[in-house]
């Protein structure tokens, strides 16, 4: 992990508490925006694809790539809402997040649940796998067995996770609660209530539509948008200068601001992904609503001056993080452990 200094950082951020208080503040003009204008284009460009569908599969794919980001886009609402920071009603919050959720096809309340864990929990090496993807430590890696390790690196190829392993995650995943202990326990049934709603609207839809072509389109943009989900999951937290801890070492707000990134986009593509991208802001502070994490990051460099600030085209080195070493207190890649720690391993037995 890059050197930086704990107790500076904590000093710098001791009234981080105050900074982002304005922040905080939901704004029903921005939130109705962004509804208009995500829902809006979204739906748009999915009756686009159905005129389309019937005189070229290639445009309906070409027009689902964007769409799928529009989704992602819808998602993020959903993810505020599950905060409840998209609206000051909680009850609106509830509405539109499940209504989200049924463009999505990610049950609101359980999804929700999971992700506040991530976020109380983000960094700990003792919950890698939830709300986030999974990552072994290199110990934890050599102590597996012949089939674990090869489940485990095909998980963590970029060939299965940015493209089949999206879809799966969207579509087959989320249809069970695996988790119903402690928080969960309120929300899994919920779960489905989800599914049988799902179902339901699938099936009408595609009376009315026509099932060939409702479940084509449906498949085509769920793909992208679980692609570009699962890729922005993966940034956000997995890179070679993580934050990674045991819970008798973490620390809250380092965890925020080192083990989260800063995704230095385009404008157009922070719009499209909802300022997500302003990661390290967000895990400080989800109650922040998407629509203000910009200003957030810009009225105070002190946050982006100890985060980790990664370019477009720097990110596609991530793909090379997939293992935690805890001595050198950084993410490194299969070939590196296969090279330098799988021996150093072995002789310590």
Known sequence: MADFNKEELLNDLKDWHKMIRKYQVPNTTKAVIQIINSYGLFIGLWVLQFILFKYSIVWSILIGAVN??????????????????????????????????????IPYKYWATGHDFHHA?????????????????????????????I?????????????????????????????????FEKVWKSVRWSNLFYAILYIVAGYFIGYKEFIALQLINLFFFGTYALWFFYIQHQYEAAYKSTQDNWNYVVSALKGSTYYDLPFFLHWLSGNIGYHHIHHLSPTIPNYNLKACNR???????????????????????????????????????????????????
């Open 68 to 105: 799928g980001l529009i989704l992602g886009r819808i998602f993020i609402i959903q993810h505020d809402c599950g905060h409840k920071s998209f609206t000051k009603s909680r009850k609106a919050n509830d509405i539109i997040g499940t209504i989200s959720s049924y463009f999505t096809f």
């Open 151 to 183: 489940r485990y690196r095909i998980y963590r190829n970029p060939f299965y996770l940015f493209t089949i392993g999206g879809l799966i995650y969207v579509t087959i995943y989320n249809r069970f609660a695996f988790m119903r202990q402690g928080s």
């Open 299 to 349: 009225e105070y460099p002190v946050f982006e001056k100890y985060t980790n600030k990664i370019t477009l085209w720097e990110s596609f080195k991530c793909v090379f993080a997939n293992l935690w070493d805890e001595q050198e207190q950084k993410m490194i890649s299969f070939r590196e452990y296969r090279k330098y720690k799988k021996p150093l391993l072995k002789a310590k037995k």
């Open 121 to 149: 929990h983000n960094g700990q090496l003792e919950y890698s796998g939830v709300g986030d993807v999974e990552c072994l430590t290199t110990e934890e890696y050599a102590k597996l067995g012949w089939k674990a390790k």
